[in-house]
């Protein structure tokens, strides 16, 4: 039997020495973990649809330069992080200096902040299921980490842009931790973007603790070119009451992967996460979603749409765990597909565990196409068949589009969207 | 105005209609009535352009263009209209956008400027008034959860803002109480002008009563077996297809139960 591939040593080796000694100590941690760590192959199940579109050759290895770059100048309505290749930018950025609300990067830390920090990273990941995300911690070289004091609230959104500049191949490694306070509120929007054309690798790791109360929303839209493989994970941990709310937006690029686990810890906690899908030509997507009900009286309530077009190809993974305490739970999760060729391909799995007697527990999936029968009604009133298809492809996803709580950021989607419909539907 | 000649049609291998004739002039008021199975639906999709049906053979002109080369949009952009039998829903296109894009795509097509959102909503409260139908229901999607009743409704305002020059109405009476019915046929009569022809398809007399014919046809296996002025329609109702030698299908299905129950 061939031995499993293993990840490269290439990788082990991890760029920027400007971080304080606890995070360093960290990195280097987790970096040794990595050695001989088997890549994931066909017979992985949470890496089944996926892996062979995983490239971590040698050259990717290399983490991609900063030093002289700026960045696009994108305006936002809102504050503005902005990292480039991973590590941040301050002159490109915008936030305010508040006492409640702490926005430092990783490498501002004093050495007991760190310290903290270093006990608390990966917390909210279950390392298992995320593989790749041990890379991140093996080579992040900057992060931000946002601390929202008791009752803070953040009065515009955030918007952290992560933007990998592709001249050369390598890799990039963002990382965020929230820590949002009781009965804090902040909406961070992560804009994952690239310029360049060469083959890179973008790893992202963005965690959020939600103390009692506490009301994070986050969207997050990746929006890399074609060149760019992305494995991101994010983790979610909420206490009593709190509200998390999620809306990730993805567009299709060689390798596009997404873990998002969440854990209901105390009562009444509840999340809602939303995603929409869009590949074409060759592109991958794949949406791994866990959400762990560990304490009764949660709700959680997850909506996942997928458009594939072309010959790509769109997995979505949803898995609800209810403990046996979690009485009184209420889990709804629902998955539509939709295929706009013959070559696309779309897999779905949904799986349930559930240990309590007491839930209320609902799924759904499905896969079509556009219907013929509304397509025909639109084209009898004189509307275009292009024109039909594009509706009927905008309605599929735009009871989600329409819940994205910033205007902006809708606008972004939507011009996304259009690009994808030109190429999606110029033969009609 | 239409000219169907000789007029063949298949689904799925069945021919449907087997050879239909028939002249609409402007501003005529035309009905084809028959029983179940007679073609009528099959000439309403036919002339609307549904690929589901095969033409086989015969010629179909509006104004003297070959309306079958035409495709579906282009038919409706020269301004052929069909109310369906069975109105489709599509959730998430709202009502509004779905008729602002139909209005605006055959306003470009006759070259005048297209209308905003605020005028169209202003002209489209106006219409849903005359077929009263709550304004609301603009915002709604298209047809999703309307009852019976207000999706015909909904036919008719399209077909009142589209303004076609052959308005095509297949059993638009169907599934109507007689409220609605009258509603509806109120505005179908506001759609009766000089310009323009209405094909009405019904398989029963009584939106005759509310919307008089100048000609009634009688379709039957695919084929007009009897033409006439309004008075055709109240001599079916008064005796029945049998009267014609023909077999109602729906009759004789329902008394075949009957007989088998015995």
Redesign the interface.
């Known amino acids: 039997m061939k031995p499993a591939p293993t990840l490269s040593t290439a990788f082990l080796h991890p760029a920027g020495q400007a971080l304080p000694e606890p995070l360093l100590a960290l990195r280097k941690q987790r970096g040794a973990a990595l050695v001989d760590m088997p890549l994931p192959t066909r017979k992985t199940e949470n890496w089944k649809y996926s892996s062979k579109y995983l490239k971590l050759t040698d050259e990717m290895a290399i983490s991609l330069p900063t030093a002289g770059k700026t960045g696009s100048a994108l305006a936002v309505p809102g504050y503005k992080v902005v990292f480039i290749n991973g590590v941040m930018i301050p002159e490109a950025s915008e936030y305010p200096d508040l006492n409640d609300i702490l926005i430092q990067r990783f490498g501002d830390l004093s050495d007991a902040e760190a310290s903290d920090l270093a006990g608390r990273l990966d917390s909210t990941l279950d390392s298992k299921a995320v593989q790749l995300a041990g890379l991140n911690s093996a080579r992040f070289e900057d992060g931000l980490v946002i601390r929202l004091k008791p009752d803070a609230v953040l009065d515009q959104p955030l918007f952290i842009i992560h933007e990998v500049t592709a001249d050369a191949s390598g890799s990039a490694f963002p990382r965020i931790f929230v820590d949002a306070g009781r009965n804090s509120q902040i909406t961070l929007v992560e804009e994952y973007i690239s310029s360049g054309q060469e083959p890179v690798m973008v790893n992202t790791v963005t965690e959020f603790n939600l103390a009692e109360g506490a009301n994070v929303t986050n969207i997050r839209l990746s929006m890399g070119g074609e060149n760019v493989q992305h494995i991101g994970a994010t983790g979610v941990v909420q206490q009593r009451s709190s509200r998390f709310e999620s809306h990730c937006v993805g567009f299709g690029g060689p390798l596009r992967r997404h873990d998002l686990q969440v854990r209901l810890e105390g009562e009444g906690a509840e999340c809602k996460l939303n995603g929409v899908v869009v590949t074409q030509g060759k592109q991958h997507y794949d949406n791994h979603t866990t959400i762990e009900h560990i304490a009764a009286h949660c709700d959680s309530e997850e909506t996942y749409r997928n458009i594939a077009a072309d010959k790509s190809h769109a997995v979505f993974n949803g898995r609800i765990h209810i403990h046996q305490d979690a009485q009184k739970s209420n889990a709804n999760m629902n998955n539509k597909n939709l295929l706009l060729s013959t070559g696309a391909e779309i897999d779905t799995k949904p799986e349930l565990e559930i240990y309590a007697d007491d839930v209320k527990c609902a799924h759904g999936a499905t896969i079509g196409q556009l219907d013929e029968e509304s397509i025909f009604y639109l084209v009898s009133r004189g509307i275009g068949r292009r024109e039909a298809n594009v509706l009927l492809t905008m309605a599929f996803i735009n009871e989600l589009v329409v819940q994205i709580p910033v205007e902006a950021v809708r606008d972004t989607v939507q011009t996304h969207l259009n690009q994808f419909f030109d190429q999606a539907f110029q033969e009609v | 105005m239409l000219s169907i000649k000789n007029l063949h049609a298949s689904v799925e291998g069945n021919e449907i209609l087997k050879g239909i004739n028939l002249e609409i002039k402007a501003g005529e008021v035309h009905a084809i009535m028959g029983p179940n199975g007679s073609g009528k639906s099959t000439l309403s999709q036919v002339l609307?352009?549904?690929?589901a049906f095969e033409v086989t053979s015969g010629e179909v002109t509006l104004n003297g263009e070959n309306l079958l080369e035409k495709?579906?949009?282009d038919r409706?952009?020269d301004g052929v209209?069909?109310a369906?039998q069975y109105?489709?829903e599509?959730?998430?296109?709202s009502n509004m956008?779905?008729m602002r894009?139909?209005v605006n795509?055959?306003r470009h097509?006759n070259g005048e400027s297209e209308m905003n959102a605020a005028e169209f909503m202003k002209h489209a409260r106006e219409v849903s008034k005359q077929v009263d139908l709550d304004p609301a229901f603009l915002k709604r999607?298209?047809n999703e959860g309307f009852s019976g009743g207000e999706k015909k409704r909904n036919e008719i305002m399209?077909a009142l803002l589209?303004q076609p020059k052959l308005a095509i109405l297949d059993e638009t009476d169907s599934g109507l109480d007689i409220d609605a019915l009258k509603v509806v046929s109120d505005g179908v009569n506001a759609l009766r002008s000089e310009d323009r022809s209405i094909l009405m398809v019904t398989h029963y007399q009584r939106l005759l009563d509310h919307i008089v014919p100048d000609y009634v046809h009688v379709l039957s296996d695919g084929k007009i077996v009897k033409s006439g002025g309004p008075e055709l329609a109240l001599e079916l109702e008064e005796r029945g297809y049998a009267w014609l030698g023909i077999k109602d299908e729906a009759t004789a299905a329902s008394s075949a139960l009957s007989n088998s129950a015995n």
């Open positions: 609307a352009g549904n690929d495709a579906t949009e409706a952009r209209f069909l369906f109105p489709v599509i959730p998430g296109v956008q779905f894009t139909a795509t055959m097509h999607g298209v399209q589209l």
